[in-house]
């Protein structure tokens, strides 16, 4: 018994549980999230409208909106986008398909690991505009050369995010599992995946985000069409309105799809008793 009882009041006090944020929370995080662009973006209308900047270089979202509403009823803006997105979805799922697998095998085999991953870590060091001229001899400059240079930069963080989660699994855990003489099938079922699904996530978010910004250098392989050529041919043609067009739109087609395959990720992260800030 502790001389003063202020150590067994605080041990005994209840313990006031982690309030997890409301759905109404979660709809006022995601508004506020458009706070700081909006506020940015009205501030420098104002400041173009009553001349304290010029607007001919970085162009006031008026313009910007203008020429997104001429590209768009003209029906090229959907047409740039498409292109994109089926350029990102393929290489994206031939990079998630690979990086998954590699990364599993050499996580889970040590002579796989030794034999393996030095020359993968060596050529994630490669920067993607080095693989262009390469992609193109093989592939042409056609869209296999664009969906595998796309590929090539989401296989690296979903590899890396599985080799390094299924490194990090505890081993007492795994030894656990054989003690149950559970079958290899079983041991990845039923405690391999599930520890490293939360890492995998992630590693598929960054993957994703990745595969948007490779997509920009396949895009100035001789493509037509596509949000990179965009870019391009307002560099050309000297629109910078165009070309902050297509960022924007990069920026918000990005955001659309991390917060889908977030979305669609979820149910498998229910399990997770994690802590949230909620202040």
Known sequence: ??????????????????????????????????LVPVVL??????????GVANGRLVPPPSVIFQTLYELAITGEL???????????LSGFAAGTI??????????????????????????????????????????????ASKITLVAVGVFFPIYLGVLGALL??????VEVGRAFRLSS????????????????????????????MFVVAAEFMGA????????????QLGKPQQIVAAILTFAI???LSDWLLSRLTAPFLRWQDSFVRTS
């Open 168 to 173: 990090s699994v505890d081993r007492k855990i």
């Open 98 to 143: 690979a990086g998954t697998l590699i990364g599993a095998l050499v996580g889970y085999a040590q002579t796989a690991r030794v034999l393996i991953d030095p020359s993968l870590q060596g050529l994630r060091a490669v920067p993607s505009i080095a693989w262009v001229p390469l992609f193109i001899l093989w592939f042409g400059i056609f869209e």
């Open 253 to 255: 087609l990005g955001q």
């Open 185 to 212: 099938f079983a041991l990845v079922r039923r405690i391999l995946l599930p520890s490293i699904l939360p890492a995998y996530v992630v590693a598929l978010r960054g993957g994703l985000g990745l595969g948007w």
């Open 224 to 235: 037509s069409e596509g949000l990179g050529y965009l870019l391009v041919d307002g560099q």
């Open 1 to 34: 018994m502790p001389a003063d009882g202020s150590l067994a009041l605080e041990a005994s006090a209840p313990v006031e549980p982690v309030r997890r944020p409301s759905r109404g929370a979660g709809s006022y995080s995601a508004l506020a999230g458009f």
């Open 41 to 50: 973006g009205l501030a420098w209308e104002a400041a173009v409208r009553f």
């Open 78 to 88: 959907y047409t740039h986008i498409k292109a994109t997105l089926f350029r990102v």
